[in-house]
């Protein structure tokens, strides 16, 4: 049963095409990694993936339903939420509010209930804050809930962005390299988080360095290079692809 | 109790019931009840225009265009074509959140400050038409303004007119902290901080930022419809650009992303050249000078400083 379908997708800067016809298939319920080497176009397919860029070319089929060319928040409301390499937090909030702003589409309140602040929109607001906190919980940031984001440390804001991508109740979880920068232990920690996740019936996609993490928690690993698919099956027959072995290591690494 | 006092939206409204309240003891004639009047239109202004800086990153250069099509729409409305002057405010209150709506909607589905630009161009056309359309609008020289009355009630004399603004600033206060603590402040806050993962949380950006450029214009032309109809009369320089700046100015330096800094700011930077009349001729200098000053030594404004100072003590 796939969640996700991508169809020859494309995104072209001027003349470099950054992701050059890819297709791919996203499982319920898995964990499906991209890996490739730097500037193999896995962040670009990323974005693509979540409106923040239009495709040049190409679907995107969620549950059947064509996404190209809509607006990230689209994406958002149909059920794609993705955290960032490079941390997006909101700094000029509370940790929890952050979580909170995860819920804007289930909150649904109207200009004029928040204008007046109706007692239906204080209740709604008293468990979203109680369901942020429940997530915050969940991604083991229990001894933060009172914290405001700028004064946590890097490790616990990447596990922040995950509750916040969750809080939107997505059907497929995209995250971009949640390991990097990470000691050891703390990858240890995200790894278990992810499985966790899948045990919750999440889809996942992440876009990974760490060949450590990504071979221990695959289902499925997609492998890019220049832009192009250059293999794609299960994590241990992926490793041992000697396409994917030139890709990273160069041509003579296969003859030895 | 003390919890329920010491949330800012309970207890900084009971500190500002109680200074508004307090403060005719300390009024000793009309020329200071006009100066606190002339505090709280300002301020409403404020209020309304820190949704938009302060909350949503984006930057309007012409709230006294607003200002002005709220003050002369209603008086023309209300003088000359005899309309009541509270569905003149209404009608004109409108007019402008539609022109609001026109300008921004266009302009804020582009990233970057393009909204200045456009506001800045707006501004300067309302002012140009109001001192050449003498016809409609008496030109250089201005228009007198019917009265405020309700319900047949004329609202004249600085007592009557400080508790109505008064009242009136509260309401405003109260629906800005109502705003900025909701599900909508909050995804303000957000696409301020980071835009793309405002959009990606499921945050329509665009849209957002058009509603709130509405509410602020909105502020804007309720407040420049009362002062028309307070001061009785009108001219073009209560529309001009200075008085743009002068509103940017009074946000940003009693703090961005604070209602009750909007308020500070615009009672400081209202009072200060009334007080100091030698200040006159320079007026323009101060108010540059104090832009830059805010910006160097407490680039988050006079109240969140303030505040940051309070909390940095209890710690101790």
Same mark, same amino acid.
């Given at each position: 049963?796939?969640?996700l ?26 964990v499906?990694?991209i ?13 693509l ?21 809509? @607006? ?62 429940? !997530?915050m ?26 509750a916040? @991508? ?8 995209l ?6 920068? !990470? ?22 996609? !992440?876009?990974e ?13 997609l ?8 293999a ?25 | ?8 939206r ?10 508004i ?38 930057i ?27 569905? &003149? ?11 609001a709506?026109?300008?921004g ?15 800045l ?15 409609? #609008? ?7 303004? #019917? ?32 705003? %900025? ?16 993962a405002?959009e990606?949380?499921?945050?329509? &950006? ?32 209560k ?9 940017? #100015?009074?946000?940003?330096?009693? +703090? ?23 200040f ?9 000078? %104090? ?9 988050k ?5 303030l +505040? ?9």
């Amino acid at each position: 049963m796939n969640l996700l379908r991508a169809e020859s997708l494309s995104k072209e800067f001027g003349g470099l095409r950054a992701v050059d016809s890819v297709s791919f298939e996203v499982s319920h319920g898995k964990v499906t990694s991209i890996i490739g080497p730097n500037g193999a176009g896995k962040t670009t397919l990323l974005n693509l993936l979540t409106g923040i860029y239009a495709p040049s070319g190409g679907r995107i089929l969620l549950d059947d339903v064509d996404l190209a060319g809509r @607006a990230p928040h689209q994406f958002a409301e149909a059920g794609v939420a993705r955290t960032f390499q490079n941390l997006q937090v909101f700094f000029n909030m509370s940790a929890l509010e952050n979580v909170m702003v995860g819920r804007y589409r289930r909150e649904r309140c109207s200009l004029a209930t928040a204008l007046l602040r109706t007692p239906a929109l204080a209740r709604a607001e008293r468990a979203c804050r109680e369901e942020a906190a429940e !997530l915050m919980r969940f991604v083991g940031l229990a001894d933060w809930l009172d914290a405001r984001s700028e004064a946590m440390p890097y490790g616990a804001l990447k596990r922040l962005e995950i509750a916040r @991508a969750l809080a939107t109740e997505p059907r497929l979880l995209l995250l971009d390299e949640p390991a990097a920068g !990470l000691n050891p232990a703390e990858m240890r920690g995200i790894a278990e988080l992810i499985g966790g996740l899948c045990a919750h019936g999440r889809t996942v996609m !992440l876009v990974e360095h760490n060949m450590r993490l990504v071979m221990g928690i695959s289902d499925h690993v997609l492998v890019l290079d220049y832009g192009r698919k250059l293999a794609e099956g299960p994590a241990d027959a992926v490793r041992h692809d000697p396409r994917v072995i030139e890709a990273y290591l160069g041509a003579a690494a296969r003859v030895h | 109790m003390i919890s329920w006092l010491a949330s800012p939206r309970r207890g900084g409204l009971l500190a500002l019931l109680a200074v508004i309240a307090a403060l005719p003891l300390a009024l000793p004639n009309n020329y200071f009840y006009e100066v606190a009047i002339l505090v709280g239109l300002n301020a409403i202004v404020c209020v309304g225009l820190n949704l938009l800086i302060g909350y949503a990153g984006q930057i309007s250069l012409g709230h006294a265009g607003f200002f002005g099509l709220g003050a002369y729409g209603s008086a023309i409305l209300s003088t000359r074509f005899n309309w009541p002057p509270l569905v &003149s405010i209404a009608a004109a209150t409108l007019g402008v959140a539609a022109i609001a709506y026109l300008i921004g909607r266009p302009i804020l589905r582009l990233k970057g400050h393009y909204l200045a630009m456009a506001t800045l161009g707006m501004g300067v056309i309302v002012s140009i038409v109001a001192a050449t359309e003498d016809r409609w #609008t008496g030109g250089p020289d201005g228009m007198p303004v #019917t009265p405020l009355s309700i319900l047949g009630a004329t609202i004249s004399g600085e007592g009557t007119w400080y508790w109505v603004v008064g009242a009136l600033l509260l309401a405003a206060v109260w629906l800005s902290l109502n705003l %900025v603590e909701s599900p909508t402040g909050r995804a303000l806050r957000a696409l301020s901080a980071s835009e793309v993962a405002a959009e990606v949380s499921g945050i329509d &950006s665009a849209r957002q930022k058009v509603l709130i450029f509405v509410i602020s214009a909105v502020f804007a032309a309720v407040a420049g419809s009362l002062t028309a109809h307070y001061s009785s009369f009108i001219t073009p320089s209560k529309l001009s650009f200075f008085h743009s700046i002068e509103f940017v #100015t009074m946000v940003v330096f009693g +703090g961005m992303a604070s209602t009750y800094g909007a308020v500070v700011g615009a009672a400081v930077l209202t009072t200060l050249p009334q007080l100091l009349t030698v200040f006159r001729d320079y007026e323009m200098v101060v108010f540059g000078a %104090v832009m830059v000053g805010t910006m160097i030594f407490m680039p988050k404004g006079l109240v969140p400083s303030l +505040g940051e100072l309070a909390a940095r003590r209890d710690l101790r």
